[in-house]
């Protein structure tokens, strides 16, 4: 099994964890956390991801396929419309994960610096 796909399955087992003990939230399909899927961008597909915790959330950007050679990058939204820092790593990393603790309504991904913010 690729990295990509090891790491989309133990996203989506996650989620589907997460899923279970989480009430469920009122938001529009494209911008609510838990929306993972995958996202094509002019530089290539990305899958996108995020859920809640006990206590916070998390958000994570995966390279799917492309040519992007900058940053993938993955943050999240404060219920207040605050962002946190953004994390990232090289694109040739395939994957980049940040969680914080607090109440927050959805991840925020780019797949390159040049891409715009996806939200999930």
Same mark, same amino acid.
């Given at each position: 099994?690729?990295?990509?796909?090891?790491?989309?399955?133990?996203?989506?087992?996650?989620?589907?964890?997460?899923?279970?003990?989480?009430?469920?939230? #009122?938001?529009?399909?494209? /911008?609510?956390?838990? %929306? %993972?899927?995958?996202? +094509?961008?002019? &530089? =290539?597909?990305?899958?996108?991801? @995020?859920? +809640?915790? @006990? %206590?916070?959330?998390?958000?994570? +950007?995966?390279?799917?396929?492309? /040519? &992007?050679? =900058? %940053?993938?990058?993955?943050?999240?939204?404060? $219920?207040? =419309?605050?962002? +946190?820092?953004?994390?990232?790593?090289?694109?040739? $990393?395939?994957?980049? #994960? $940040?969680? @914080?603790?607090?109440? #927050?309504?959805?991840?925020?991904?780019?797949? &390159?610096?040049?891409?715009?913010?996806?939200?999930?």
């Amino acid at each position: 099994m690729r990295k990509s796909a090891r790491i989309r399955a133990g996203v989506a087992c996650a989620a589907a964890v997460v899923g279970l003990t989480t009430p469920f939230m #009122f938001a529009g399909s494209a /911008d609510a956390l838990g %929306n %993972n899927r995958q996202v +094509t961008r002019s &530089c =290539g597909v990305n899958y996108v991801a @995020s859920g +809640t915790t @006990s %206590n916070g959330a998390w958000a994570a +950007t995966t390279r799917e396929t492309g /040519d &992007c050679t =900058g %940053n993938l990058y993955a943050a999240l939204e404060r $219920t207040n =419309g605050a962002w +946190t820092t953004w994390k990232h790593v090289s694109a040739a $990393t395939g994957s980049v #994960f $940040t969680s @914080s603790v607090g109440t #927050f309504s959805k991840g925020l991904h780019m797949g &390159c610096s040049t891409c715009n913010v996806t939200y999930s």
